[in-house]
T-cell receptor
Framework: SQTIHQWPATLVQPVGSPLSLECTVE??????LYWYRQAAGRGLQLLFY??????ISSEVPQNLSASRPQDRQFILSSKKLLLSDSGFYLC??????????????FGPGTRLTVL | KNEVEQSPQNLTAQEGEFITINCSYS?????LHWLQQHPGGGIVSLFM???GKKKHGRLIATINIQEKHSSLHITASHPRDSAVYIC??????????FGPGTRLSVLP
């Protein structure tokens, strides 16, 4: 069966510090991978998606970047965090082939607080 | 006007009541997703619809492609159904647009 992991679960960082959130998927190959953010009191926002190793598409301009160094690893990074980066970050995946017909599976999320 | 809208924004029901949450969208989609977000933040995918109707236990989701409208129904609601329900428009897996969510509280 497929499993998606995210870490850390919670993170408190000062403004200006770097960030690295990791997401890994088990039990599937060549998934489409997604990073979402949910700011406090707001809806989900798609940040990045990836259809393969080294292939990243950004949905919104921001202080963040994403990388996919391995097939089942997706990393969200920032060089200098802003207060507005605080939120709940979710990683998700869909299967290969007819990806647009496939269900999304979400990781447990990382709650980031920037002080 | 938001591309995906939901109503109501908040909903309080008594245990056992029949619940309906509505979603309207203005974007082209390949599928419409219904998600459930628990108080701790975890998200579970409930349904993915491209046409018609789907049923899982006490949950039923319908979609009308012509009217660009979907509904999520919960029969015999229970306090454990309390969560935020989110609909999301899926443009072939590359562009997800999320509704603002409906916060449901089911009282015992």
């Amino acid at each position: 069966s497929q499993t998606i992991h995210q870490w850390p679960a919670t993170l408190v960082q000062p403004v200006g510090s770097p960030l690295s959130l990791e997401c890994t998927v088990e039990g599937t190959s060549n998934p489409n991978l997604y990073w979402y953010r949910q700011a406090a009191g707001r809806g989900l926002q798609l940040l990045f998606y990836s259809v393969g190793i080294g292939q990243i598409s950004s949905e919104v301009p921001q202080n963040l970047s994403a990388s996919r160094p391995q097939d089942r690893q997706f990393i969200l990074s920032s060089k200098k965090l802003l207060l507005s980066d605080s939120g709940f970050y979710l990683c998700a995946w869909t299967g290969v082939g007819q990806a647009y017909l496939n269900e999304q599976f979400f990781g447990p999320g990382t709650r980031l607080t920037v002080l | 006007k938001n591309e995906v809208e939901q109503s109501p924004q908040n909903l309080t029901a008594q245990e056992g009541e029949f619940i309906t949450i509505n979603c309207s969208y203005s974007v082209g989609i390949s599928a419409l997703h219904w998600l459930q977000q628990h108080p701790g933040g975890g998200i579970v995918s409930l349904f993915m619809l491209s046409s018609g109707k789907k049923k899982h236990g006490r949950l039923i989701a319908t979609i009308n492609i012509q009217e660009k409208h979907s509904s999520l129904h919960i029969t015999a609601s229970h306090p454990r159904d309390s969560a935020v329900y989110i609909c999301a428009a899926d443009n072939y897996g590359q562009n997800f647009v999320f509704g603002p969510g409906t916060r449901l509280s089911v009282l015992p």
